[in-house]
C-alpha cells in the first residue's frame, strides 16, 4: 500500500480529463483487497475498471459501496474505529456525479492504514 497525495491525485484526475482518475480507481481497489485481506479473492482493479466500462458505470455504484466494507474490515484487522455507513457515503456520493470525492475519502482512509 502506497501512501498518496489526494490533492495530487485529484489535479492529475482534472488536468488528465479523467484518465488518471480511472488509474486511481485501479490502484485504489488493489490497496484496498491488500488492505482487507481480499488480496487473493478479491476484484482485482483492472477487472473492476473493465466490469464498470461493460456495465456503463452500473459496476461501479456496487464497487464503490463494497469498498466501504472492504476499508472497515481492514479497520477492524487495525483496532481503528471504522464506520459502517462509509459504503452508504461512497455509493451516494457516486450516485450523485461526485465519484472523485469518493475516490479521495477512500484514499485518506488507506492513508491512515498505510
Same mark, same amino acid.
Given at each position: 500500500m502506497v501512501k498518496? +497525495?489526494?490533492?495530487l491525485c485529484i489535479v492529475l484526475s482534472l488536468v488528465t480529463c479523467g484518465i488518471y482518475a480511472i488509474?486511481?480507481?485501479?490502484?485504489? =481497489? +488493489?490497496?484496498? +483487497? /491488500? !488492505? *482487507?485481506?481480499?488480496?487473493q479473492d478479491g476484484t482485482s482493479g483492472g477487472i473492476v475498471f473493465l466490469l464498470s466500462l461493460v456495465t456503463c458505470g452500473i459496476y461501479?455504484?456496487?464497487?464503490?459501496?463494497?469498498?466501504?466494507?472492504?476499508i472497515n474490515e481492514a479497520?477492524?484487522?487495525?483496532?481503528?474505529? =471504522?464506520? *459502517? +455507513?462509509s459504503g452508504i457515503l461512497y455509493l451516494i456520493l457516486e450516485l450523485f456525479g461526485l465519484?472523485?470525492?469518493?475516490? /479521495?475519502?477512500?484514499? *485518506?482512509?488507506?492513508?491512515?492504514? !498505510?
Open positions: 498518496r +497525495n489526494i490533492a488509474y486511481w480507481m485501479i490502484v485504489l =481497489a +488493489n490497496d484496498t +483487497n /491488500a !488492505a *482487507s485481506g481480499h488480496a461501479g455504484f456496487y464497487w464503490a459501496y463494497k469498498q466501504g466494507e472492504k479497520k477492524a484487522m487495525r483496532n481503528m474505529p =471504522a464506520d *459502517s +455507513n465519484g472523485i470525492v469518493a475516490y /479521495a475519502l477512500m484514499q *485518506s482512509e488507506l492513508n491512515k492504514m !498505510a
